[in-house]
């Protein structure tokens, strides 16, 4: 079985239906076993900026984003065959569901994380083949692309180089890295393989079907 991480501004940047059907579909197309986990997007970041203008504490505005990457879990939901639209809230409840639909879609779980470390846990917790990250970057690089216009592609990579990487992006002022890092921590102590690439659905089927795009990362 394989984890699907999709940013929220992957599946349907700007409210774009169309864009969600299309995941949808390539998710109802394929036959495995599939546990999805769905990031907050736009619309998150609008809704913790304004709670945190309000003077909302960061626990307060990352419960929050929990709450908008949840409903942009449900509203996949709806759109995938036989899949239970309201979306469990913990890892335990996720594999029920799994076992029982072969599909299960969820969002955050605790506040101080990202979805990316969600997707990474749950891939750890159900032993999956493989985590598979559709993001907005098309694989890792060795270095920030938009600050360093030397910074190659790399096709495969080793968890402890991800883990380097993702250390020296997050640090670099105004950088973010591809992955977050307690995402690229959970992929290095249990070896997921893990592909990242830009998430469009065309993508998704492609590295559904172990097409080689993005990035992957091995052992
Ligand atoms: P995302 O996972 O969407 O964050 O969660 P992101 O990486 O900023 O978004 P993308 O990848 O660009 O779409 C949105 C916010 O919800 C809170 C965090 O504040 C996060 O920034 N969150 C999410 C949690 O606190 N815990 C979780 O488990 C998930």
């Known amino acids: 079985m394989k984890v699907i991480a999709l940013g929220g501004s992957v599946l349907f940047g700007d409210f774009d239906t169309d864009t969600l059907k299309k995941f949808a579909e390539v998710i109802n197309q394929y036959s495995g076993k599939l546990a999805i986990v769905v990031g907050g997007g736009r619309v998150a970041r609008k809704y913790i900026e304004s709670a945190r203008s309000l003077g909302a504490d960061e626990v307060t505005c990352d419960m929050i984003g929990i709450a908008v990457t949840r409903i942009n879990a449900s509203i996949l939901a709806v759109a995938v065959e036989n899949c239970p639209v309201m979306v469990p809230e913990d890892f335990v409840t996720a594999k029920e569901i799994l076992e029982r639909y072969g599909r299960v879609i969820m969002g955050g779980t605790f506040p101080g994380h990202t979805t990316d470390a969600v997707s990474a846990l749950l891939a750890?917790?159900?032993?999956?083949?493989?985590?598979?990250?559709?993001?907005?970057?098309?694989?890792?690089?060795?270095?920030?692309?938009?600050?360093?216009?030397?910074?190659?592609?790399?096709?495969?990579?080793?968890?402890?180089?991800?883990?380097?990487?993702?250390?020296?992006?997050?640090?670099?002022?105004?950088?973010?890295?591809?992955?977050?890092?307690?995402?690229?921590?959970?992929?290095?102590?249990?070896?997921?393989?893990?592909?990242?690439?830009?998430?469009?659905?065309?993508?998704?089927?492609?590295?559904?079907?172990?097409?080689?795009?993005?990035?992957?990362?091995?052992?």
């Not at 032993?127 to 692309?145: N, R």
């Open 124 to 219: 750890e917790f159900l032993k999956a083949d493989e985590l598979l990250i559709a993001t907005s970057a098309d694989g890792v690089y060795t270095k920030d692309p938009r600050f360093h216009r030397d910074a190659e592609k790399i096709e495969k990579l080793t968890s402890d180089e991800l883990v380097e990487i993702v250390s020296v992006n997050s640090t670099e002022a105004g950088g973010s890295s591809v992955v977050d890092l307690l995402a690229s921590k959970i992929i290095q102590r249990s070896r997921i393989r893990t592909r990242i690439f830009y998430g469009t659905p065309e993508n998704l089927r492609k590295a559904l079907n172990g097409e080689k795009i993005g990035s992957i990362v091995v052992s």
